[in-house]
C-alpha cells in the first residue's frame, strides 16, 4: 500500500512538471480531435464518419480507443478529461507492472539496490513519455500499458510456479482480441509474441505436441481476430487496412527505412542518448552469453525483453517513423527499453562489486540521474525556455482549430454551412457544424487512395494532397482566416514563410495554378450583421450563391 501511494506521489508529480510545460492543455493534440471526431460521430448513431452523412472511412489508428471514447461520449461530452484520467490510470498500471517486475528479478539474488529509482528517473529525465502517453490524449498510454502487461505476462512463469505458462498463455489469448484492434503494429507484435512463447516452451524442452497444443487456443483467436477484422473493414469501409495505411505507407520500402533511420538518430541525438548505452549492454550481453553457451532463466527472461525491445526500435524503420516531435512510437517502448538496460546492469553487478555497490545507494542513483537529465540536446530543462522542440505545438494547433471552428459557426449561421477544405484537421472538424474536406487523406479515401505524385521532400503523412482531386471535389473555401485589420493584413498565400515553407509545398501551390484560379477567388467575405471579416478562397460557384443581404464580397487582386 505504502508504495503504491509512492507511486501514485511520483506519477503526479510528473503529471505536474509536464503540465507546467504545456499550461496544462487537456483539449489534446489534432490527430487526439479527429479521434473525438469519430468517438463523438459513433455514439450518437451515425456510424464510423468523419463529417455526419458522409462516407464511412477509418481515419483513426485505434479502433479499441475510438471505441472506448464513444463509450464516454454515451455518459458525458468531457471526454477530455476523462481520456487524461484514463491515460493516468493506464500509466501507473503500466509503472505497477514495471517495478513489480524489477523487483521479481531482484529477488533472484536477493540483492538491495534502487533500481526502482533508476527506472522511475529515466521515464521523467529523458523528454517525451508523460508528454506522449498522457497529455496527447492519444492511444499511446493505452499501447503502453499493453506493451507492458503482455511483457510481464510473457516473463511471469520463470517468477512464478502458480503462475505457469499454461495460465499465462491462456490470459495471452483472452487479451489478443483487444490488443490487435489497438494499434495495426498489434499484428506484428502479437505474431512475435507467440513466437517468443514458443522459443520459450522450446528452450523448456517441451516437447513439439505440448507446445503446440499450448499455443493452439492463441493461434486460433490471432487468426479469427485478424480475419474477422478484415472482413469487418471490408465490409464496413471498402478497404482491408486502415485510411491512415494508404496516406502514410505508400512512400516505398527503401524510403521508409531511410527514414526510419533518421527518426532513430534525430531521437538518441535529441532527446536520449542512453539508447547508445543500451545498444552496447545489449551487444556485450549477447556476446558473453554466446561464450558461455547455456541459457539460465535469468538469460531467458533477458533474452525474451531484448527481443521485444529490438522490435520496438526497429518498427519505425518499417513505417518510416512520422512528423511528430519527442518520437512518440519510441515513447510508448520506453518501459520495455529501459527495463531491459536495468536488467543486465542487475546482471553486471552480481560480478562487478563496483556497479553493486553504486546501485545500492540511492544518493548515487539520484546524481546519475541528474547529470543523465543534462545529456539530451533537447533536454528536459531547454524545453521549458525553448518549446520548439516538444510537442507544444500540436495542442496550439487543436486550440486553435477549434476555436476557428466556432467562430465559422457564428459567421455563417444558417443552417446550411459551407464546406471547408483544410490541412490541420482535428480542432476544427471537432467544433465546426459544417461539411470538413481533409486535403491531406487521412480521412478522405479518394485522396488516400491516389498514390501518384507524393514528393518525398514533404515530411511524413503530409504527402497525399492531389491538385486534380481537389479540384474535383471542390470545397466552398480554402486557406480561410478571420481577419481584424485589412487594410495591413497579408493573406495567407502570399506570406513569405508559407510560399517558401511547409505550407504552400504541402498542397503543392495549388493557389498558383490556372484551373484552380479559374474556380476559386480570393476574397473578403464579411457578415454585415457582426462586421467580422474572412479572408479566404472561396469557390466562384458558392460566392454566386452567397446571400448580397448577408454577406458582402471584397475582391483582392490576383497579384
Not at 468531457?78 to 490510470?89: A, Q, R, V, Y
Not at 488516400?448 to 504527402?463: C, E, L, Q, V, Y
Amino acid at each position: 500500500m505504502k508504495k503504491n501511494i509512492q507511486l501514485l506521489f511520483y506519477l503526479i508529480g510528473c503529471i505536474i512538471i509536464i503540465g507546467c510545460l504545456y499550461h496544462f492543455a487537456l483539449t489534446g493534440i489534432d490527430d487526439a480531435n479527429i479521434y473525438f471526431v469519430y468517438m463523438k460521430n459513433f455514439a450518437t448513431g451515425n456510424g464510423f464518419v468523419y463529417n455526419i452523412g458522409g462516407e464511412k472511412v477509418e481515419g483513426f489508428t485505434s479502433i479499441l480507443w475510438t471505441l472506448i471514447g464513444s463509450c464516454i461520449f454515451k455518459f458525458t461530452n468531457k471526454i477530455e478529461i476523462s481520456l487524461f484520467l484514463i491515460n493516468c490510470i493506464l500509466i501507473f498500471s503500466s509503472l505497477k507492472i514495471a517495478i513489480n517486475i524489477i523487483q521479481l528479478f531482484k529477488t533472484i539474488n536477493n540483492t538491495k539496490n534502487y533500481y526502482e529509482v533508476l527506472f522511475l528517473g529515466l521515464l521523467i529525465v529523458f523528454p517525451g513519455f508523460y508528454d506522449w502517453t498522457i497529455f496527447s490524449l492519444l492511444e499511446t498510454g493505452l499501447w503502453t500499458f499493453e506493451l507492458t502487461l503482455f511483457t510481464y505476462l510473457l516473463i511471469i512463469p520463470y517468477f512464478k510456479n502458480q503462475f505457469s505458462f499454461q495460465k499465462s498463455t491462456m490470459t495471452l489469448t483472452l487479451l489478443f482480441p483487444f490488443f490487435i484492434i489497438t494499434r495495426p503494429e498489434s499484428i506484428l507484435l502479437a505474431i512475435i509474441f507467440i513466437s517468443i512463447r514458443f522459443l520459450q516452451l522450446f528452450l523448456e524442452n517441451k516437447s513439439y505436441k505440448f507446445i503446440f497444443y499450448q499455443l493452439l487456443p492463441l493461434l486460433l483467436v490471432f487468426i479469427i481476430s485478424i480475419f474477422t477484422l478484415t472482413a469487418w473493414r471490408l465490409y464496413y469501409f471498402g478497404y482491408p487496412l486502415p485510411n491512415t495505411f494508404y496516406v502514410k505507407m505508400s512512400d516505398g520500402f527503401l524510403n521508409n527505412i531511410l527514414e526510419g533511420f533518421i527518426y532513430l538518430i534525430k531521437y538518441i541525438i535529441r532527446y536520449n542518448p542512453l539508447i547508445i548505452l543500451f545498444f552496447c549492454l545489449i551487444i556485450y550481453w549477447i556476446w558473453n552469453t554466446i561464450k558461455e553457451k547455456r541459457l539460465s532463466n535469468y538469460s531467458i527472461i533477458l533474452l525474451t525483453i531484448t527481443i521485444i525491445s529490438t522490435i520496438g526500435i526497429g518498427i519505425p524503420f518499417y513505417t518510416g517513423g512520422d512528423h511528430f516531435r519527442m518520437a512518440r512510437f519510441y515513447q510508448a517502448f520506453n518501459p520495455i527499453f529501459y527495463l531491459n538496460l536495468i536488467m543486465i546492469l542487475h546482471l553486471l553487478s552480481t560480478q562487478h562489486k563496483f556497479l553493486n555497490k553504486f546501485f545500492s545507494s540511492n544518493i548515487y542513483v539520484v546524481l546519475l540521474l541528474i547529470i543523465l537529465s543534462f545529456t539530451p540536446i533537447k533536454n528536459i530543462y531547454s524545453l521549458f525556455i525553448n518549446k520548439k522542440h516538444s510537442i507544444a505545438i500540436e495542442f496550439d494547433i487543436a486550440k486553435e482549430g477549434r476555436a476557428t471552428g466556432e467562430q465559422l459557426n457564428v459567421f455563417f449561421n444558417s443552417s446550411k454551412k459551407p464546406s471547408i477544405a483544410v490541412i490541420t484537421a482535428g480542432g476544427i472538424a471537432y467544433t465546426y457544424a459544417g461539411f470538413v474536406n481533409d486535403v491531406l487523406g487521412l480521412n478522405n479515401t479518394e485522396v488516400a487512395h491516389n498514390i501518384s505524385d507524393r514528393p518525398k521532400n514533404i515530411i511524413k503523412g503530409h504527402r497525399a494532397f492531389n491538385k486534380e482531386i481537389f479540384l474535383k471535389q471542390e470545397p466552398d473555401l480554402f486557406l480561410f482566416e478571420f481577419v481584424s485589420d485589412t487594410i495591413n493584413y497579408i493573406p495567407i498565400a502570399k506570406r513569405d514563410y508559407f510560399i517558401n515553407g511547409f505550407g504552400g509545398k504541402v498542397i503543392k501551390h495549388i493557389y498558383k495554378d490556372t484551373t484552380f484560379l479559374k474556380m476559386y477567388a480570393n476574397v473578403y467575405l464579411i457578415n454585415k450583421q457582426t462586421s467580422k471579416v474572412l479572408c479566404t478562397y472561396a469557390s466562384k460557384e458558392f460566392l454566386e450563391k452567397l446571400s448580397s443581404k448577408e454577406y458582402e464580397i471584397r475582391y483582392l487582386s490576383a497579384n
